[in-house]
């Protein structure tokens, strides 16, 4: 009996197509919305960008069919609108008062985003809310006071404030690497990022100002990376997805002051 050997893929080769096929796909999209929008500038408005195009998609979507008890889903067809990409730039109050001293609080970012999710007309799509900062972070969980206590005490214990802090909590036998603020800026590229961000450090007067305002705040910024800098909330019928009990809450590691966040809402109409 004659025995077949099927023959073999070149897998770069099909790699390669599919590529291709995807490029394609993706620079005709981009091409309808640039023929709606125009060119943008992302210099023009730092706080609030818009893009919108004439596109519409139908989608089938399910619905609970109530003929029995299984709960089917049946299949409708419904044209969602105009495709929304915008971003905001929110300043959140906060709601303590002093100065900055390393005091850990909750803010409730929910009403805000509610508010600039209605405002932008969005039914579905997908909201993602970002941290703009080093020391705060974006979590979703429940906003209750005596909670926000317990999660104050929790990170502090989690990452105990360094002894050289004013903080009341400064715990005496912890040092951190970053809060030795004499031996900073460390190399040139740290140096340089000083100068991008408005301190002449080539001056010795002005790098001894930069150091005397820097925080001791090194906990600050580890609480921020096990937290995490941003969530992203589903959006159906206009609505955020999410519990009866579940807030989009701002963790700020270092304060009290006001801070910003960065609001993304991509979708349709």
Same mark, same amino acid.
């Given at each position: ?29 981009? +091409? ?75 803010? &409730? ?39 926000? *206590? &317990?999660?104050? *005490?929790?990170? *502090? ?77 589903? @959006? @159906? ?5 999410? +519990? ?10 270092? +304060?009290?002051? &006001? ?11």
């Amino acid at each position: 009996m004659m025995k077949i050997v099927p023959r073999s893929i070149h897998l770069p080769a099909l790699f390669l197509i599919l590529h291709t096929l995807t490029l394609i796909h993706s620079l005709a999209f981009i +091409g309808s919305i640039n023929q709606n929008c125009g060119s943008w500038n992302p210099k023009a408005n730092h706080h609030h960008r818009r893009c919108r195009t004439s596109l519409h998609a139908d989608v089938e979507v399910g619905t609970t069919n109530t003929s029995n008890n299984n709960d089917i889903p049946n299949a409708e067809t419904t044209s969602l609108g105009n495709p929304v990409c915008e971003y905001i730039q929110l300043t959140v109050p906060t709601t303590s008062e002093g100065p900055p001293r390393q005091e850990i609080s909750v803010e &409730d970012l929910t009403p805000m985003i509610n508010q600039n999710l209605a405002a932008s007309g969005m039914k579905h799509g997908t909201v993602t809310v970002i941290s703009r900062h080093t020391t705060t972070a974006i979590t979703i969980n429940e906003r209750e006071s005596r909670l926000a *206590k &317990d999660m104050a *005490k929790y990170f *502090k214990d989690l990452a105990p404030i360094d002894e050289r802090s004013e903080a009341e909590e400064a715990r005496a036998g912890v040092t951190y690497f970053h809060n030795d603020i004499d031996e900073r800026p460390e190399s040139e590229e740290e140096a340089e990022r000083c100068r991008e961000n408005g301190w002449d450090i080539d001056d010795p007067e002005v790098l001894q100002a930069w150091r005397n305002q820097e925080p001791i705040n090194a906990h600050s910024h580890l609480l921020s990376m096990l937290i995490g800098s941003s969530e992203s909330i589903p @959006v @159906v019928d206009g609505n955020m997805v999410i +519990g009866q009990w579940q807030s989009i809450l701002l963790v700020d590691l270092d +304060g009290p002051r &006001d801070r910003t966040v960065g609001l993304q809402l991509t979708g349709f109409e």
